[in-house]
């Protein structure tokens, strides 16, 4: 079975290289071993010592020189404005303070939908709308391992 030697950062290969595409929700991409089949048909091994972070547009550099193209599959999500950058702060801070997975995105916030979160952000004053995307959260303070990874495979 193909195992993947290294990881490519998003933006920092050529996607038209990609022989296949794996698509994975955003809490599927912190791995450190599993086995992983491509829309296409490709098997291949990821097994890294320390679990790592995929990103969406990340390449998975395999053993024998094809790359597999790491997509976030969408999911639902909550997109957060503010009025001012402080009120931005102020929400980011109540987020925080709750350990929810945000992604920053310009001058908005993603979350993954949460009633009880949304309630909240309201009676904040927040500005919310609905859509389906890739979620790719910011690595929490504990962040794991990610790009770049070389086993002389």
């Known amino acids: 079975m193909r195992r993947v ?6 933006g920092a290969w050529e996607i038209s290289r990609a ?8 809490n599927e991409r912190n791995r450190r071993r599993i086995v992983l089949t491509g829309e296409m048909g ?4 990821l097994d890294f010592a320390k679990p ?13 020189g094809s790359i597999v193209l790491v ?14 950058p402080n009120e931005f702060v102020r929400l980011a801070w109540h987020l925080g303070n709750r350990h929810t997975d945000v992604q920053i995105v310009g001058n908005k916030i993603r979350i993954r939908r949460d009633h009880v979160l949304e309630d909240m952000l309201r009676g904040l004053g927040a500005h919310l709308h609905t859509l389906e995307a890739p979620f790719d959260p910011e690595p929490s303070g504990r962040a ?9 495979r």
């Open 5 to 10: 030697a290294q990881i490519r950062q998003a």
């Open 42 to 45: 490709t098997d291949f091994l």
């Open 144 to 152: 794991h391992e990610h790009h770049e990874h070389d086993h002389g």
């Open 52 to 64: 790592v972070t995929l990103r969406d547009g990340d390449g998975l550099l395999l053993d024998d």
């Open 71 to 84: 997509a976030g599959a969408p999911e639902a999500l909550i997109e957060i404005a503010a009025h001012t």
């Open 19 to 26: 022989c296949d595409r794996v698509v994975l929700e955003a």
